[in-house]
């Protein structure tokens, strides 16, 4: 289950994949059996798959206990080959972040 906390250690990875028409539903099985694979790493933590309502991207929101948790999941999907295949599906816009604000009602 995600942890949406400010200020801890957790590294949330926001990955925003541009697809092609008809492409979401591919992108989405295969980032499935992606996250998968991640979770076998210590310090994994959640994965989320978004699809956006006008059918052209999808998000995945995947989150680690901490930086070295996020580099050791990407270095085995690396190895795997998997971050490398995505291209397949999809153009990729990734970026690490840390939760800095939250408000709820």
Not at 1 to 25: E, K, R, S, Y
Not at 35 to 60: M, Q, Y
Request: charged share 20%; aromatic share 6%; glycine share 6%.
């Amino acid at each position: 289950m995600p942890i949406i906390l400010a200020n801890t250690a957790i590294v949330t990875q926001i990955n925003v994949f541009t697809v092609p028409p008809g492409g979401q539903d591919a992108m989405i099985a295969f980032l499935a059996e992606t996250a998968k694979v991640a979770r076998e790493e210590p310090g994994w933590i959640s994965a989320s798959l978004h699809r956006c309502l006008d059918g052209t991207r999808v998000v995945n929101y995947a989150q680690t206990e901490n930086m070295d948790a996020a580099r050791r999941v990407i270095d085995r999907l690396n190895a795997r080959g998997l971050i490398a295949e995505n291209k397949k599906y999809g153009v990729a816009s990734p970026g690490l972040y840390e939760v800095v604000f939250t408000l709820e009602r």
